[in-house]
C-alpha cells in the first residue's frame, strides 16, 4: 500500500461511523503515519478494516 493510499484509507475509515476500539486503531494509525511508521500503520489500517467489515456484517445479518 502507498502512503497515499494508507493516507485514503485512514480518511475513508475516520468518516465511518466505528466502535471506539476501532476508532482507536484507525487515531493511532494516523499517528504512526504521521511519524513516519508506514508499516505499523498500514497493519493497524487492515485490522481496523476488517474490524469494521465484520461489524457491518454482523450488524446486516441482525436487521435482516
Known amino acids: ?4 493510499t494508507l493516507a ?3 480518511l475513508r475509515l475516520q468518516k465511518l ?3 471506539e476500539d476501532v476508532r482507536r486503531l484507525v487515531e493511532e494509525a494516523a499517528e504512526l503515519q ?3 511508521r508506514v508499516l505499523e500503520a ?3 489500517v487492515e485490522n ?4 469494521a467489515r ?3 456484517a454482523v450488524a446486516g445479518s441482525i436487521t435482516a
Open 17 to 19: 461511523d466505528l466502535d
Open 34 to 36: 504521521i511519524e513516519g
Open 8 to 10: 485514503a484509507e485512514i
Open 48 to 51: 481496523a478494516d476488517a474490524r
Open 42 to 44: 498500514e497493519a493497524l
Open 54 to 56: 465484520r461489524a457491518q
Open 1 to 4: 500500500m502507498t502512503e497515499q
